[in-house]
């Protein structure tokens, strides 16, 4: 473990082993940090919600998973229910100026590049990438392997796997991000059927509920289905007949 001068621990904390807390870090109570994290100089994990009605004394926190990286000026709010946190997995990448607002779920292998926002309560799946300047509105959920524009602005929620830019635009489907994670020919051609079954004119719920009833032979397709089954908000879709081969 490593803790630069002029860094704040609070009393409270666990600090898991190999950690390093930079110069001018400040880590607040009840924040747990798993094995090799780095927390780089003015990032603050763990201060209070921004949230009006939020009492201090409240006992809550934020995890963070083994071997993330936190970089300047990134901020991870507490969570503002008692005996709750704030969550970040294993393996993430925090850039400069990114926030993580409170009650908020990132999961492991996440990239938010610099200044991204999410808003309370924002759920993010694994291998996302939040492209910088991206500000996610509360309660949204960001599904598996997506890939978020730079600058986007996201309302809705963003199914698995999918391509989201501008406000809520779906210019189609994550093909790039699949192959680096060597998902086979036949895994991606099974999304590419759900992908076009979900989003024909219509319900999406139901289409997805439909294309689930049908039968699908791979669990990634079940995930992307599934996920219309869940969330309080709309789905970003296709604005026109998307072409889910897309790859910008």
Known sequence: MSVHPAAIIEDGVQLGAGCTVHAYAVIKRHTVLGDGVTVHAFAVVGGDPQYLKFDPATASGVRVGADTVIREHVTIN?????GQA?????RCFLMAGAHVGHDSVVADDVVLANNVMLGGHVEVGAFTFVGGGTGVHQYVRL???VMV?????????????????????VPGFNVVGLRRRGFSRDVIRELKDCYHAVFAPGDLRAHAAARLAAGVAGAEARRFLEFFAAGKRSFARPRHAADPSHEA
């Open 78 to 82: 507490r969570s503002i229910h008692a």
């Open 143 to 145: 599904g598996e392997g």
């Open 86 to 90: 704030t969550v970040v997995g294993a």
């Open 149 to 169: 524009g730079g600058l986007g602005r996201v309302t809705k929620d963003v199914a698995p796997f999918l391509l989201v830019a501008e406000r809520d635009e």
